[in-house]
């Protein structure tokens, strides 16, 4: 909802070379700001079918030390489907595993102090929150990429933006019972998941680290040095791989594990996507099978996936595995239903965009208008990306997108649920982490990444400098941006 609502937002705001907003090159291992806004706190297959069509049992993972690159080669295009079936191949940094490894890592394990990290966004929990919350999402730079001239205005801008988009999101989340699910959701998943563990005779502290609010993964990273971690598995808790999601939280990963003399010496291994996994696939068709039964008549029901966008830029320009990722989930999805006898029809759109740029299409709103003109009269929405219930899900989808449905012509309306604590799902991220294990390694160095120091030129710092304060005084000077601080204060 904020995403979408953030368009309207920057379409207002006249911004020299606001094409390139979101347009920056990426570079996966460099520094970002570590500051935090942190006022207001109260704390299978059809039968006969290839195998390469096979959810696969395996997710990509990747040790800490081999995620210094920008090649998301191994991860997109024509190596996706082999990257389902690979065999371990660390010469890339793809590490898959075979049978045997429960096995092994089940007397392995016994003998460390283990630990599992999830990552997730977070969410305001209060009402006064959601400015607070907004600026640490703005600052991000993997949300809001600047050319490198403006990159100084990135706090700035967010602290403007934040500001705008505050009161529209504070009615988002009162109209979902004034703040976010999402933490405790996922401390829900962290507990199942620490069962799942103990029941296959792994024992694991299992943290929570959030990107945007509390708690903070340097929270987690600082209880897991407390704790004495001798082994760790990083578990994002995005399905797909995305610069934006997987990507950003790991680079804060990375930044302070180099700082840091224990962190830099810890095994760690990260599962970069795990949207093949057998158990997921199977857990996502069982929700919509049984959404399906609702329906009267459920052979005419449209399936349709909803994703959160991406710019396309981060697809093209940066290589942003996310677009193919999904793709093969959904159609790995409907191979499974397929394999029950449900063959309905299916279309994939996407949520969610932000900015005067071109994102990932097609669009949710407009292929739901588009649907409703075609004559599709039973809709069963399905959040692809989301594995837990948050303002996206319950308010986005739940309220704006039925709403355009229902005055759209489409006449039944369904939601599948997110997973959170669905036993099947839980009970394979368990597994993935059982899995992942035997690939930790150690960052192996401390060396801190150069290339933002070798950049510095006084003369450019100060042509940037001059140029930037000009751009920073017309924005801050334009009439609905005065009207905003002027509320704001008062």
Known sequence: MEAASFSRVLSNIKLSGSNHLLNSDYNFSRSIPRSRHISCVSRHSSEGSNDVDKPSSKALVLSISDLNTNNYSVLKGSNLRKNLNLQTNCAVGVCTFGENVFESSHAHATEEKLGVLLLNLGGPETLNDVQPFLYNLFADPDIIRLPRLFKFLQRPLATLISVLRAPKSKEGYASIGGGSPLRKITDEQADAIRMALEAKNVHANVYVGMRYWYPFTEEAIEQIKRDRITKLVVLPLYPQFSISTTGSSIRVIQNI?????????????????????????????????????????????????????????????????????????????????????????????????????????????????????????????????????????????????????????????????????????????????VEALPSAKALSSTSRDTAEESEYDPFRYLVKLFFGSILAFVLLLTPKVLLAFRNHLV
């Not at 003109?373 to 219930?389: H, N, T, Y």
């Open 257 to 433: 594990f180099r700082g840091d003399a224990y962190l830099s010496r810890l095994p760690v291994s990260v599962i970069l996507s795990w949207y093949q996994r057998q158990g997921y696939i199977r857990s996502m068709a069982d929700l919509i099978e049984k959404e399906l039964g609702t329906f009267t008549k459920p052979e005419e029901v449209m399936i349709f996936f909803s994703a959160h966008g991406v710019p396309v830029s981060y697809v093209e320009d940066a290589g942003d595995p996310y677009k193919d990722q999904m793709e093969e989930c959904i159609h790995l999805i409907m191979q499974e239903l397929k394999a029950r006898g449900i063959g309905n029809d299916h279309t994939l759109a996407y949520q969610s965009r932000v900015g005067p740029v071109q994102w990932l299409k097609p669009y949710t709103d407009e292929v739901l208008v588009e649907l409703g003109q075609k004559g599709v009269k039973s809709l069963l929405a399905v959040p692809i990306s989301f594995v837990s219930e948050h303002i996206e899900t319950l308010e986005e989808i739940d309220m704006e997108y039925k709403e355009l449905a229902l005055e759209s012509g489409i006449e039944n309306w369904g939601r599948v649920p997110a997973l959170n604590c669905t036993s099947s799902f839980i009970t394979d991220l368990a597994d993935a982490v």
